[in-house]
């Protein structure tokens, strides 16, 4: 740190000792000189609210100047475009297996028929909060789901078991949340069996041996789909995508809660993209790049995770689970 010294002026220092701040304010100027500023500050952040001081990475604007995407349905869609007929999701059932891929455009129409499902069957209420919940695994079908809430409207509240059950309970009737995509029926059970909450709607991926017992059990509760089935009913008569503003809500990422009741941190489109140009130009380049596969091992009801997944899926990369 650089301390600089200027030699007192005589009607600064009769000022009363009280009122210094005042008085030096008089007398020094608040703006730092230029050759105080680093030549690296601009590098870190600069100011996007002159109002508050709030301030963002350079890397942003460097980035979203050169490419238009402002939102979670055109980071998908741009390496849609890159790469239609190249892997995009890929999946194996145990480390003895080749790993089974869908293109982009194979995952662009699931996209598409969960979201025209999810308009038929939840219905979108306008003006509103439209919480989908995902409660399991990593899974090409978590990211189908998240990607399909973004481009037609719904907000993602991602679940995980290690939150506890009180965790769970207060996420539950915090959200109101009427959807939710559980892994398998194991956790579908657990959900209907152990919480109060305002579900319509159970859609479950693995077509396991606790499914039947949710459906004869809580049928008559909740609506009930296998995460195929649900599909299909899209599939009868697909819809448009809508197009979200980049203010619009994208996702609830709960804390942890290891000081109380997790805290829902509000994540919109915007600040999810911009936290992903900022690690691709971070990154030079060197860690995103198409001959690269991501393994995405980490929960993706955290942010890092959903950070480096969403990465991937932009510049045309393949993400593995498992």
Same mark, same amino acid.
């Given at each position: +740190?650089?301390?600089?010294?200027? &030699?007192?002026?005589?009607?600064?220092? #009769?000022?009363?000792?009280?009122?210094?701040?005042?008085?030096?304010?008089?007398?020094?100027?608040?703006?730092?000189?230029?050759?105080?500023?680093?030549?690296?500050?601009?590098?870190?952040?600069?100011?996007?609210? !002159?109002?508050?001081?709030?301030?963002?990475?350079?890397?942003?604007?460097?980035?979203?100047?050169?490419? !238009?995407?402002?939102?979670?349905?055109?980071?998908?869609?741009?390496?849609?475009?890159?790469?239609?007929? &190249?892997?995009?999701?890929?999946? #194996?059932?145990?480390?003895?297996?080749?790993?089974?891929?869908?293109?982009?455009?194979?995952?662009?129409?699931?996209?598409?028929?969960?979201?025209?499902?999810?308009?038929?069957? %939840?219905?979108?209420?306008?003006?509103?909060?439209?919480?989908?919940?995902?409660?399991?695994?990593?899974? =090409?079908?978590?990211?189908?789901?998240?990607?399909?809430?973004?481009?037609?409207?719904?907000? %993602?509240?991602?679940?995980?078991?290690?939150?506890? $059950? $009180?965790?769970?309970?207060?996420?539950?009737?915090?959200?109101?949340?009427?959807?939710?995509?559980?892994?398998?029926?194991?956790?579908?059970?657990?959900? +209907?069996?152990?919480?109060?909450?305002?579900?319509?709607?159970?859609?479950?991926?693995?077509?396991?041996?606790?499914?039947?017992?949710?459906?004869?059990?809580?049928?008559?509760?909740?609506?009930?789909?296998?995460?195929?089935?649900?599909?299909?009913?899209?599939?009868?008569?697909?819809? !448009?995508?809508? %197009?979200?503003? !980049?203010?619009?809500?994208?996702?609830?990422?709960?804390?942890?809660?290891?000081?109380?009741?997790?805290?829902? %941190?509000?994540?919109?489109?915007?600040?999810?993209?911009?936290?992903?140009?900022?690690?691709?130009?971070?990154?030079?380049?060197?860690?995103?790049?198409?001959?690269?596969?991501?393994?995405?091992?980490? =929960?993706?009801?955290?942010?890092?995770?959903?950070?480096?997944?969403?990465?991937?899926?932009?510049?045309?990369?393949?993400?593995?689970?498992?």
């Amino acid at each position: +740190m650089l301390l600089v010294t200027k &030699y007192p002026n005589p009607a600064v220092e #009769r000022e009363n000792r009280s009122s210094f701040p005042r008085a030096y304010v008089k007398q020094f100027k608040e703006e730092l000189p230029d050759y105080l500023i680093s030549k690296h500050l601009n590098r870190q952040s600069i100011i996007c609210d !002159p109002v508050s001081g709030a301030r963002k990475s350079p890397m942003v604007t460097k980035f979203a100047d050169k490419i !238009p995407v402002k939102t979670m349905k055109d980071v998908f869609e741009n390496g849609l475009n890159i790469s239609t007929f &190249y892997p995009c999701l890929g999946k #194996r059932n145990s480390v003895n297996e080749p790993y089974f891929w869908l293109t982009y455009y194979e995952v662009d129409r699931r996209i598409q028929f969960i979201g025209s499902a999810l308009l038929k069957i %939840v219905r979108y209420k306008p003006n509103s909060e439209n919480f989908v919940g995902i409660y399991g695994i990593n899974s =090409p079908e978590w990211i189908i789901m998240q990607h399909a809430c973004a481009a037609y409207g719904y907000t %993602v509240v991602p679940l995980y078991a290690t939150l506890g $059950d $009180d965790a769970m309970q207060h996420v539950l009737s915090q959200t109101n949340m009427e959807c939710i995509l559980c892994a398998s029926g194991t956790e579908a059970l657990h959900l +209907m069996d152990e919480f109060e909450s305002s579900l319509k709607y159970l859609i479950i991926i693995s077509n396991d041996v606790k499914v039947e017992e949710v459906k004869s059990r809580h049928s008559s509760r909740v609506s009930i789909y296998l995460f195929e089935d649900f599909m299909k009913l899209g599939m009868k008569e697909p819809l !448009p995508k809508k %197009v979200p503003l !980049p203010t619009d809500l994208y996702m609830i990422c709960y804390t942890s809660g290891s000081t109380g009741l997790p805290k829902g %941190v509000l994540i919109n489109h915007e600040q999810i993209v911009d936290s992903v140009f900022s690690l691709i130009e971070s990154t030079e380049n060197k860690l995103f790049n198409a001959k690269s596969s991501h393994l995405s091992y980490l =929960p993706l009801a955290h942010i890092m995770e959903q950070i480096f997944s969403v990465s991937f899926c932009h510049v045309d990369l393949f993400v593995s689970h498992r």
